[in-house]
T-cell receptor, first 115, second 115 residues
Framework: AQTVTQSQPEMSVQEAETVTLSCTYDTSESDYYLFWYKQPPSRQMILVIRQEAYKQQNATENRFSVNFQKAAKSFSLKISDSQLGDAAMYFCAYRSVDNTDKLIFGTGTRLQVFP | DSGVTQTPKHLITATGQRVTLRCSPRSGDLSVYWYQQSLDQGLQFLIQYYNGEERAKGNILERFSAQQFPDLHSELNLSSLELGDSALYFC??????????????FGPGTRLTVL
């Protein structure tokens, strides 16, 4: 079974600085998808970024980028030019390419942003 | 706003009772997923329906059941409630299954408190 591990329960960053959130996963599959979701205090789950395992190029969405290391089974999220609105819980998630679409989530990292 | 609606937003009930959570997917989405977010278990996949049929099951208790109706809305029924069932229940929807860009859009969640 696949597992997702987020080893940083909490992280903090100063406004305008850069922060990296870590995620590792375990799978025997060669093809899969990885995601970062943001959960602000409103509790809404918001997709931040997506990575297909067959793509070597790291995904980027504006200030958010990932460092995908397939051999190491690592998928970290880098937030550049951090803003107060980035403060939230961040969840790393895994999805197989089999006939189910279930997301397997890590335990989350709480990000605080200081002015 | 993801386009996924969930009712009610909050639900407070007593142990032993039964409740029904409702989800309306985004227009055009055929697949519905239920997730439970609790303090001790984190975010867990419960069950998935696709176009009215059960597609995948996760760690869903026998006391819980779900269905998807012809109009594609879904209901999650929780019975013989226990204190440990207190959690945030999310519904998500997606266009289909296993497509490469099959993003799941999450509703705002229903917070269930069992007293």
């Amino acid at each position: 079974a696949q597992t997702v591990t987020q080893s940083q329960p909490e992280m903090s960053v100063q406004e305008a600085e850069t922060v990296t959130l870590s995620c590792t996963y375990d799978t025997s599959e060669s093809d899969y998808y990885l995601f970062w979701y943001k959960q602000p205090p409103s509790r809404q789950m918001i997709l931040v970024i997506r990575q297909e395992a067959y793509k070597q190029q790291n995904a980027t969405e504006n200030r958010f980028s990932v460092n995908f290391q397939k051999a190491a089974k690592s998928f970290s999220l880098k937030i550049s030019d951090s803003q107060l609105g980035d403060a939230a819980m961040y969840f790393c998630a895994y999805r197989s390419v089999d006939n189910t679409d279930k997301l397997i989530f890590g335990t989350g990292t709480r990000l605080q942003v200081f002015p | 706003d993801s386009g996924v609606t969930q009712t009610p937003k909050h639900l407070i009930t007593a142990t032993g009772q039964r409740v029904t959570l409702r989800c309306s997917p985004r227009s055009g989405d055929l697949s519905v997923y239920w997730y439970q977010q609790s303090l001790d278990q984190g975010l867990q996949f419960l069950i998935q329906y696709y176009n009215g049929e059960e597609r995948a099951k996760g760690n869903i208790l026998e006391r819980f059941s779900a269905q998807q109706f012809p109009d594609l809305h879904s209901e999650l029924n929780l019975s013989s409630l226990e204190l440990g069932d207190s959690a945030l229940y999310f519904c998500a929807s997606s266009v289909s299954v296993t497509a490469s860009n099959n993003e799941q859009f999450f509703g705002p969640g229903t917070r269930l408190t069992v007293l």
